[in-house]
């Protein structure tokens, strides 16, 4: 069983700046697909950013040019960093990996104050 924990979210105030973590204990090297999804309250999961194992990399409209997903594979850690961050960017974080079944992680809520 594979288990995926995200770390690095938080309280900043909107301009700044976060880097999220997701270490995973399976090999992500290994993996099809990677991503990152937030949830507003009151609102439906929504993609972010992913990347794929030949590198295609994706970001949703809104946090194009502000957020950069990287892997780590040494480290079997996906990284999102969070440049320019805004209020509406307030949502609970969660970390994505598929190989032959896709995995969560449990969430890491990052909140930006005006």
């Known amino acids: 069983q594979v288990q995926l924990v995200e770390s690095g979210g938080g309280l900043v105030q909107a301009g700044g700046s976060l880097r999220l973590s997701c270490a995973s204990s399976?090999?992500?090297?290994?993996?099809?697909?990677m991503g990152w999804y937030r949830q507003a309250p009151g609102k439906q999961r929504e993609q972010v950013a992913t990347?794929?194992?030949?590198?295609?990399?994706n970001y949703a409209d809104s946090v194009k040019g502000r957020f950069t997903i990287s892997t780590d594979n040494a480290k079997n850690t996906v990284y999102l960093q969070m440049n320019s961050l805004k209020p509406e960017d307030t949502a609970v974080y969660y970390c994505?990996?598929?190989?032959?079944?896709?995995?969560w992680g449990q969430g890491t809520q990052v909140t930006v104050s005006s």
């Open positions: 990347i794929t194992s030949s590198g295609r990399l």
């Open positions: 994505n990996v598929q190989w032959y079944r896709s995995y």
């Open positions: 399976g090999s992500i090297s290994n993996s099809n697909f």
